[in-house]
């Protein structure tokens, strides 16, 4: 039973293309996150959905698209992909903070690696 | 974003020993402060958290100590085991929904047998 599944683990794709990453949870976590790891490790924070509604969008530039059908998923669509974009990319979602029976924490997926030529 | 500085980025302990990683925050309005283990193609995963209203919280052999009037907070892992071998990384954050985990840089730690 995977928490956070993220689709797909490898992505090796050309400059210019558009590209989707699929994230789904199944803990029952009002919010949603993505989060962009670079070759140093770094975690940043790129967007958060709560409820299906955008809370947190950073500096990131608009060729990065998320979209949150319902609040057990959100994807992640990057157009014109440029050879900056290659990193690791995580998905994560986290509860109401004294969400009865829920321990708070973000729960990350196992990540999708991308790499762009 | 306010940062979250960590340190040391790398560590290297004996088996049995005491790894000490240390995080400073900035931001006073956070209220939350989880540490993370990461290893090699896996996510992050929670090791252990604490709010402001405690100076010390103890999971096993994981302990947090923070220290609020220095903005500071650490992570002490006693009888350092090889299996213990991973990225840490400390975070911060207002405690409510929605509100996004800052990262410090990470450090990597190895337990050599």
């Known amino acids: 039973d995977t928490a956070v599944s993220q689709t797909p683990k490898y992505l090796v794709t050309q400059m210019g293309n558009d590209k989707s990453i699929k994230c789904e949870q199944n803990?029952?976590?009002?919010?949603m996150y993505w989060y962009k790891q670079d070759s140093k490790k770094f975690l940043k924070i790129m967007f958060s959905?709560?409820?299906?509604?955008?809370?947190i969008n950073e500096t990131v530039p608009n060729r990065f698209s998320p979209k949150s059908p319902d609040k057990a998923h959100l994807n992640l669509h990057i157009n014109s992909l440029e050879l900056g974009d290659s990193a690791v990319y995580f998905c994560?979602?986290?509860?109401?903070?004294?969400?009865?029976?829920?321990?708070?924490?973000?729960?990350f997926g196992s990540g999708t690696r991308l790499t762009v030529v | 974003q306010q940062q979250v500085k960590q340190s040391p980025q790398s560590l290297i302990v004996q088996k049995g020993g005491i790894s000490i990683i240390n995080c400073a925050y900035e931001?006073?309005?956070?209220?939350?402060f989880p540490w993370y283990q990461q290893f090699p193609g896996k996510g992050p995963a929670l090791l252990i958290a604490?709010?402001?209203?405690?100076s010390e919280k103890k999971e096993g052999r994981f302990t947090i100590s923070f220290n609020k009037s220095a903005k500071q907070f650490s992570l002490h892992i006693m009888d350092s085991q090889p299996g213990d071998s991973a990225t840490y990384f400390c975070?911060?954050?207002?405690?409510?929904?929605?509100?996004?985990?800052?990262f410090g840089k990470g450090t990597t730690l190895s337990v050599s047998s």
């Open positions: 803990l029952g976590h009002d919010t």
């Open positions: 975070a911060a954050s207002r405690y409510r929904a929605g509100t996004a985990l800052i």
């Open positions: 959905y709560n409820n299906k509604e955008l809370i």
């Open positions: 931001n006073t309005a956070f209220d939350y």
């Open positions: 604490i709010r402001p209203d405690v």
């Open positions: 994560a979602s986290s509860p109401r903070p004294k969400d009865r029976g829920l321990p708070y924490g973000y729960t």
